[in-house]
């Protein structure tokens, strides 16, 4: 088997490398990583010397640069390659548009052209907008994307069914809740909380904190991946979710008792705008076609995921000092 991995040098995508490496040693793991600012070699020093395993440095968008990858031939394409930070897209849109959108369909296009046989589109449960206090997103919830992040996803989910329809791509679509572990960028919740109260900096919590999210341990959001990868009906979306909503000031209070450090190093901001109130997923669908269940009870992954950043402060230094950044 011949994987092509997209954005391998990210949070979930490295995870997802490092898992599969493991699992499948005889799989040849070719990853397509831009190496942005949330690219990170340091995350794949454990499978950079394995001879089943290459690293490519190029965006998805660039179709001449992927093209003699693509005639190489590939069985598979996972899709995590993304511009991924909420705040981000609200300054800087178009990016999200060009990668998200626009390089998404370059690689379905080489997909299609080079006969890839299964395309797995990594995307989020941010595709369905909010929910109030009840209910849970199904794989039939209407798209209503409400961030320029979202709606990039949401139009890259949209391109993707397209090619299955219109050409007869096999592909499938994940769509999953927030993923929490090892090798998170520290710009996300639980990374930048744990960062900040090691130094015993505020931590700045949107609003009231009373948002809730649906935490998933990165390493069962892999193992959903391998059985779409392996498993997955054509054409079908899998919602991946691991039914722990938790409020944003559940979570940081918890960093903080962990840490031994003080809630009043809280500190309310201004919320993000059109900040989304809840999302919580029905993952009922891979449960009982695939046999996927979550692995990692919240309370036991959050403590070993904070336990992570302590052994590897090193890891969050170097991306403090820039010295993670590397010519790939
Ligand atoms: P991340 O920001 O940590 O990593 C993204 C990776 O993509 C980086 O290595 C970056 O260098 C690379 N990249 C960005 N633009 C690129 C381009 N134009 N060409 C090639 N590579 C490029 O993101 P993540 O949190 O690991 O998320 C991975 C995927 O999973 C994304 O598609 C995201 O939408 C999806 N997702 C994330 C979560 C979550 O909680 N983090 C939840 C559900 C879905």
Redesign the pocket.
């Known amino acids: 088997m011949r994987l092509l991995i997209?954005?391998?040098?990210?949070?979930?995508?490295?995870n997802f490398v490092q898992y599969a490496a493991r699992a499948y040693p005889k799989y040849e793991i070719v990853n397509?990583?831009?190496?942005?600012?949330?690219?990170?070699l340091d995350n794949l020093a454990e499978v950079e010397k394995l001879p089943a395993y290459r690293f490519v440095r190029?965006?998805?968008?660039?179709r001449g640069k992927l093209e003699p990858l693509f005639q190489e031939g590939f069985d598979v394409v996972v899709?995590?390659?993304?511009?991924?930070?909420v705040d981000r897209s609200i300054a800087q849109p178009d990016l999200f548009v060009?990668?998200?959108v626009l390089?998404t369909q370059t690689l379905l296009e080489l997909s299609k052209q080079y006969g890839v046989k299964r395309f797995v589109q990594?995307?989020?449960?941010?595709v369905y907008g909010t929910l109030g206090d009840e209910g849970l997103f199904t794989e039939e919830t209407p798209l209503a994307p409400n961030s320029p992040?979202s709606a990039s996803?949401a139009g890259a989910d949209l391109l993707v069914r397209a090619y299955s329809e219109t050409y007869g791509l096999p592909v499938n679509i994940?769509?999953?809740?927030?993923?929490?572990g090892p090798y998170?960028?520290p710009e996300?919740l639980i990374p930048l909380m744990i960062g900040r109260a090691l130094s015993d900096k505020p931590l700045p919590v949107y609003g009231d904190g009373l948002n809730v999210r649906d935490w998933?341990y990165v390493e069962d959001?892999c193992r959903a991946i391998d059985l779409v990868i392996h498993y997955g009906r054509n054409g079908e979306i899998y919602n991946v979710g691991g039914n722990n909503e938790r409020t944003n000031l559940h979570v940081v209070r918890t960093i903080l008792k962990e840490l031994g450090k003080p809630e009043s190093l809280i500190s309310f901001v201004s919320d993000r705008p059109g900040h989304d109130r809840r999302y919580a997923i029905d993952a009922s669908k891979i449960r009982r076609e695939l046999g996927w269940t979550p692995q990692y009870p919240y309370e036991i992954g959050i403590k070993e995921t904070i336990q992570w950043y302590l052994r590897n402060e090193e890891w969050l230094r170097r991306i403090e000092t820039g010295e993670y950044r590397r010519d790939g």
């Open positions: 997209t954005g391998g040098a990210g949070f979930i995508g490295s397509v990583d831009l190496l942005t600012y949330a690219g990170n190029a965006d998805i968008g660039d899709n995590f390659a993304a511009e991924s930070h060009r990668t998200n390089g990594v995307s989020t449960d941010e992040y996803k994940t769509r999953c809740s927030n993923n929490y998170q960028f996300k998933l959001h």
